[in-house]
């Protein structure tokens, strides 16, 4: 069982940057594809961006450039970085750890508010 935990989120204005951050426990996280997830409220959960194992990374299409996903392994950490952040980027966003082999694990979430 792998636990994650995201932080960083938070209440920003519209032009404004947040790093989130997702710690995950145990041993394995190097083996671990990484990816963030948002989610407004009633509405279906979004892929926003994943990085592998050997750090190559993707994007959603519509964040235009302005998100980027960085791992630390030695930390357990995978980031998000986010500029120029619009109304629109506002939901709870997810940490998704997926394992080479079975079903993936999901943090709680951390609730990013752009204000415009």
């Known amino acids: 069982q792998v636990q994650l935990v995201e932080s960083g989120g938070g209440l920003v204005q519209a032009g404004d940057s947040l790093r989130l951050s997702c710690v995950a426990s145990?041993?394995?996280?190097?083996?671990?594809?990484m990816a963030w997830f948002r989610q407004a409220p009633g509405k279906e959960r979004e892929f926003v961006a994943q990085?592998?194992?050997?750090?190559?990374?993707n994007y959603a299409d519509s964040l235009e450039g302005r998100f980027s996903i960085s791992r630390d392994n030695s930390r357990n950490t995978v980031y998000l970085q986010m500029n120029s952040l619009k109304s629109e980027d506002t939901d709870v966003y997810y940490c998704k750890a997926d394992p080479p082999v079975g079903a993936g694990y999901w943090g709680q979430g951390t609730q990013v508010t752009v204000s415009s």
């Open positions: 145990g041993r394995s996280f190097s083996k671990y594809t």
């Open positions: 990085i592998s194992v050997g750090g190559s990374a």
